[in-house]
């Protein structure tokens, strides 16, 4: 089955710095890669998501990039403002099934003014 | 906007209890899923649900689960004899298509004792 490995775990970064983070996957049939931020104790909130028949996708600060013949896709967090701190969560899904997402084990941003 | 919503926000139990978690899906939306995340840890795919039927469980969703759509509004997890690594917040999503994006309700954070 599908796989998600992220990276980094945990990352800092100073006010207006940028972030990256990327994940890889290992199932080529996934067509679908949404980003979910998740402030601590609450819910999962999907902040940008690419399909594979595109490159990049960008909205205002955040932009996500895709590579699907190394199988790999990152975000990209511009100008980071403190409230930009959270636990960040990749995922993919496959064309097959009902879309099961499969996530990445999370980083963790911290975003210091 | 709506929201997926969940009841009860924490519940706290023996174990070998019975338990009946509560998601109220986005209105308008068909496919239904339940995901769990152990403390610190990612969020792994339960079970998803469309047309009064399972159409895809994974490896912990075992004979302890299950889940039903009692009425047109309410969608529910019950695990009928919990374990102490049954301990996690659960959260409901919803979606409106197949391989449409998935909305998060805010949690159900389990306790076994």
């Known amino acids: 089955g599908e796989n998600v490995e992220q990276h980094p775990s945990t990352l800092s970064v100073q006010e207006g710095d940028s972030a990256v983070i990327k994940c890889t996957y290992s199932d080529s049939a996934s067509n679908y890669f949404p980003w979910y931020k998740q402030e601590l104790g609450k819910r999962p909130q999907l902040i940008i998501d690419?399909?594979?028949?595109?490159g990049e996708k960008k909205d205002q600060r955040i932009a996500v990039t895709l590579n699907k013949t190394a199988k790999h896709f990152s975000l990209h967090i511009t100008e980071t403002q403190p409230e930009d701190s959270a636990v960040y969560f990749c995922?993919?899904?496959?064309?097959?099934?009902?879309?099961?997402?499969?996530f990445g084990t999370g980083t963790r941003l911290l975003v210091s003014p | 906007e709506p929201e997926v919503t969940q009841t009860p926000s924490h519940q706290v139990t023996q174990m070998g209890q019975e338990v009946i978690l509560r998601c109220v899906p986005i209105s308008n939306h068909l496919y239904f899923y339940w995901y769990r995340q152990i403390l610190g840890q990612k969020v792994e795919f339960l079970v998803s649900f469309y047309n009064n039927e399972i159409s895809e469980k994974s490896e912990i969703f075992d004979d302890q689960f299950s889940v039903e759509r009692p009425d047109g509004s309410n969608f529910t997890l019950k695990i009928r004899s919990t374990k102490l690594e049954d301990s996690a917040m659960y959260f409901c999503a919803s979606s409106e298509a197949r391989r449409g994006v998935q909305f998060f309700g805010p949690g159900t954070r389990l306790t076994v004792l």
């Open positions: 690419i399909r594979s028949n595109v």
């Open positions: 995922a993919a899904t496959s064309q097959t099934g009902f879309q099961k997402l499969v």
